[in-house]
């Protein structure tokens, strides 16, 4: 088992930034292949991004690409989501997943753990 607990969301005006960071426990995490997904009310959950376990390999989606950067730190056990030029649009629930299967995941039945979620709103 892994707990995963996100950080770091709240209320931003359009064109600022937030920084989201993803803490786990309970099995090593450079064991894991990550993700970052969010979800608006009405709408499915959605991938953001995603790395590998060494953090070389990067995913972005089309949405985000150019201003979300993925990354994380194995030493510290944490991933992170730093969103800048932030848009109304981006209004969402984030939740960070972990993925054991090799390769980067890219919907949601290719995680096995999820946190709670942090909520971001951006105001316009």
């Known amino acids: 088992q892994v707990q995963l607990v996100e950080s770091g969301g709240g209320l931003v005006q359009a064109g600022g930034s937030l920084r989201l960071s993803c803490a786990t426990s309970g099995r090593t995490f450079g064991n894991f292949n990550m993700g970052w997904f969010r979800q608006a009310p009405g709408k499915e959950r959605e991938v953001v991004a995603a790395i590998g376990k060494s953090g070389t390999s990067t995913f972005h989606a089309d949405s985000v690409r150019g201003r979300f950067t993925i990354s994380r730190d194995n030493a510290k056990n944490t991933a992170t989501l730093q969103m800048n030029s932030l848009k109304p649009e981006d209004t969402a629930v984030y939740y960070c997943?972990?993925?054991?299967?090799?390769?980067?995941?890219?919907?949601?039945?290719?995680?096995?753990?999820w946190g709670q979620g942090t909520q971001v709103t951006v105001s316009s």
């Open positions: 997943a972990a993925r054991t299967e090799r390769g980067l995941g890219y919907s949601i039945n290719d995680y096995d753990y």
